[in-house]
């Protein structure tokens, strides 16, 4: 196996290697977060529809890894709607290594495609620069439950457990 193999050489003078390194790091970042089939929605989605609640019942009685991990988050975020997280506080707030909560939303676009027949998320996901009002800092995704999907994730949460 060639110890280059996957990677190309480029000359890149002194004085940028730093910029270079900090572009591919915002590139892995963004890359990891919104894979190629999975992007996270923009301000152009902002109306999707809401997911069915028999639908979000057997999301809650899913218990795939996926759907276990995206059911914790969804319960930190019901009891406090329109609270706007990024992967750090998640993890803090699940209790996860932030590598398991970075990767579970390349996961979750592949999982509601293929078991729930659609591309829309159960929650709220947008990166910080398509925001109004916008957070200060980084230009990172925030995820959170409106009013309507936390009510709809209450139901589907109680239902799951009375069966």
């Known amino acids: 196996m060639n110890d280059n193999e996957g990677f190309s050489l ?17 590139l892995s970042e963004r890359q990891d977060l919104a894979e190629h089939d999975s992007l996270v929605p923009t301000g152009a989605q902002a109306n999707v529809p809401l997911w069915p609640l028999e639908k979000l019942i057997q999301f809650a009685n899913d218990r795939s890894k996926t759907a276990s991990l995206i059911g914790e988050i969804l319960d930190i975020l019901v009891d406090r709607p329109e609270r706007r997280l990024n992967i750090d506080e998640l993890a803090k707030e699940i209790e996860r290594p932030r590598s398991q909560v970075k990767m579970v939303w390349t996961h979750l676009g592949r999982t ?23 957070p200060d800092g980084p230009n990172v995704v925030y995820y959170w439950l409106t009013d309507e999907q936390a009510e709809l994730w209450k139901q589907a949460r109680d239902a799951s457990r009375e069966s």
């Open 112 to 134: 509601i495609r293929a078991r729930y027949d659609t591309k829309i998320w159960p929650l709220t996901a947008y990166w910080a620069d398509n925001m109004d009002p916008r």
């Open 10 to 26: 480029v000359p890149v003078p002194n004085e940028y290697v730093g910029a270079v390194y900090r572009l591919l790091a915002d």
